[in-house]
């Protein structure tokens, strides 16, 4: 696997002595370019939540009252024959009402070094062409 993780974090969005959003994320670590990469799109998805994802929220705080959400980004890695794959998803939670998710996929070689298409399909048995 080319990346580890490393830990389980949660960070809280107070505005006003509020807790509006609580953010849960896993930390990627290794010394790849898909590590790398991946650490950076995770703290990319932590300034938006604590900024314009929280100040969206605060908008529709004053609209329809106060609701507390979760914000959980995760991801994992899944190894295939020519490299390997990297699912990064971000999902928005109001108590156990999921609001909206939003993923992205990678794909990378063997040795993580380099981002690559994604892997043709074969076609099914039987298809006509």
Not at 102 to 121: E, F, I, N, S
């Amino acid at each position: 696997m080319l990346l580890k993780k490393e830990s389980v974090r949660y960070r809280r969005v107070l505005r006003e002595g509020n807790e509006i959003l609580r953010v849960r994320y896993v930390e990627a670590g290794g010394e790849s370019a898909a590590a790398a990469h991946t650490t950076a799109l995770v703290e990319g998805l932590l300034l938006y939540a604590e900024g314009e994802l929280t100040q969206r929220l605060l908008a529709e705080a004053t609209r329809h009252g106060y609701r507390r959400h979760r914000y959980e980004i995760d991801w994992r890695e899944e190894a295939e024959p020519w490299g390997c794959t990297v699912i990064l998803t971000a999902t928005l939670y109001r108590g156990r009402e999921l609001l909206e998710a939003r993923t992205l996929v990678t794909y990378w070689d063997d040795a993580g070094a380099c981002q690559r298409k994604p892997p043709r399909r074969k076609k099914p048995e039987g298809m006509m062409v």
